[in-house]
């Protein structure tokens, strides 16, 4: 969701900007906040730009709130505008949705009346686009393409994408809506890659297009060249997730790691990690866990000042006849007896 907030007086306009900016409400995602100080600002911004929200002062310097309802009412038709106003007249309330106005909102604005004023809006809104694009539909999506990016896999971006588009095209959604959507996406993208470290890409913001299929393939190129500018900023400087995986779990081989963590070292979500490590590796990541458990245990069973008991405690078991139980299974013999096949008296 965009909004655009249009008050000539400073303290007000920050103070709806930063309530806006922590509401709770759920199924209410706000993607950008712009602001205008009057009519004539406001005026060249809803001509620039495409708002899902417009709050506005009813008195200003240039040009009312009213006038400007008016006219933006043929270049931003799509935007539900709330009028504010410290006058609490039926004449203004009568005046503003005769010129289209969803709702009123009398100053001092509180936190309570404007999460009712939302909650009203986001109906309305819903109403007449088949439906918001769900929050959680938005995050999984940037969890997936922030993993598929991040390890070059350009296959899995385009498989996403494709998912994507499949279900927005089920839904009636405005053009201006789905291209604020998409941007806030590739903004957050962006910001979320640049915080792993190591690379440093530029937010495109200006994704449009004449209907939501165009604006989605600029999107899933948009994608590819991140994965491009990742490839090239990366060479030679850090090896490859697996690799990068097997040798944090080989170093943390005796503590208690979990497929969570490794995910999380790595800045992977875990789902996608987890079908990642079996496709590369063709062990799943506690197969191969066990694997470097049980290959340690050898070599600590070589040594004869070590008990049983203490090599399974530094390999991350707790319980001995559970870390026995899986060395059989793993070598066909158990702790003990491997010890008396390197010819280590027990």
């Known amino acids: 969701m965009k909004i655009l907030i249009i008050e000539d007086e400073f303290i007000i306009r920050k103070a709806l900007r930063h309530l806006l900016e922590h509401l709770e409400l759920e199924g209410v995602s706000i993607q950008e ?12 911004l809803l001509q620039q730009e495409s708002f899902d929200l417009v709050f506005t002062d009813i008195n200003m310097p240039e040009m009312d709130g009213l006038s400007l309802l008016e006219k933006s009412a043929k270049y931003n038709p799509a935007a539900k505008w709330v009028i504010l106003s410290g006058y609490d007249s039926f004449k203004f309330a009568q005046r503003a949705i005769l010129h289209g ?14 999460n009712e004023t939302m909650l009203r809006l986001v109906e309305n809104i819903k109403k007449e686009q088949n439906d ?9 999506m940037l969890v997936d393409l922030e993993s598929s990016i991040w390890v070059l896999d350009e296959n899995l971006v385009i498989e996403t994408i494709a998912k994507w588009k499949e279900k927005m095209e089920k839904q009636q959604l405005k053009l201006s809506y789905y291209q604020n959507v998409m941007n806030h996406i590739v903004k957050t993208l962006v910001q979320r890659i640049n915080q792993k470290g190591s690379i440093s890409l530029d937010a495109v913001l200006n994704l449009s297009g004449e209907n939501i299929n165009q604006i ?6 948009i994608c590819i060249e991140m994965i491009q500018k990742t490839r090239s900023q990366r060479k030679g400087k850090i090896i490859d997730p697996i690799e990068a995986a097997k040798e944090y ?31 590369e590796t063709g062990q799943t990541f506690v197969e191969y866990r066990i694997h470097l458990r049980m290959e340690t245990a050898k070599k600590l069973l070589e040594r004869s000042d070590l008990r049983i008991i203490d090599i399974s405690s530094e390999i991350g078991y707790d319980d001995a006849p559970h870390f026995a139980k899986t060395f059989k299974k793993y070598t066909g013999i ?7 096949s390197l010819g280590i008296e027990v």
């Open 249 to 279: 779990m080989l170093k943390n081989v005796c503590a208690k790691i979990n497929l969570d963590d490794v995910a999380q070292k790595l800045g992977l979500n875990s789902s996608y990690f987890s079908q990642l490590f079996k496709r």
């Open 334 to 340: 158990s702790p003990k007896e491997y010890r008396q």
């Open 216 to 221: 989605t393939r600029e999107f899933q190129d």
């Open 33 to 44: 906040i712009l602001e205008a100080e009057d009519g004539i600002d406001a005026d060249i």
């Open 132 to 140: 918001f694009i769900d929050i959680k539909e938005i995050e999984g």
């Open 101 to 114: 106005a969803k709702d009123y909102l009398l100053k001092p604005i509180t936190k309570e009346k404007l």
